[in-house]
């Protein structure tokens, strides 16, 4: 099971680490925390929450951060038949959707929850751990 620290959801989110702590005191995203008292959330429950910030966020709103062609973020969804696949990803407010092999995905092993790049290059997308 994948799970990631506060500041990797942060990163993920595009938000701080900051808000990304407040949203788990306030119960908004769960969380666990380690022996050591540091806490990780696990990979399903943050790409559910990202999908649920995609409908309150403003597609208007660019990142001041320059990402250039290379989209970070947390696979949501993945639907599989028996050649090619559907790997959603939500990267930040963005939702980016890439047609891929199956044999590709299976390899990286993109399941839900999990990080990953899409890679944006004219009008193809490819996405990469």
Do not use: C
Request: no cysteine; charged share 20%.
């Amino acid at each position: 099971m994948t799970d990631y620290s506060v500041s990797e959801a942060a990163g993920l989110l595009s938000v701080s680490t900051d808000t990304v702590r407040r949203w788990i005191d306030n119960g908004n995203l769960a969380a666990t925390k380690t022996v050591k008292g540091r806490r990780r959330i696990e990979g399903v429950v943050l790409a559910q929450f990202a999908q649920s910030l995609q409908s309150h966020s403003d597609p208007l709103v660019l990142s001041s951060d320059s990402i250039r062609n290379h989209f970070t973020g947390i696979v949501t969804r993945v639907i599989k038949d028996k050649v090619m696949a559907q790997v959603e990803l939500q990267a930040g407010p963005y939702r980016v959707v890439a047609l891929i092999s199956r044999e590709a995905v299976d390899d990286m092993g993109l399941v839900p929850g999990v990080m990953a790049s899409a890679v944006v290059k004219s009008t193809n997308v490819s996405i990469e751990l």
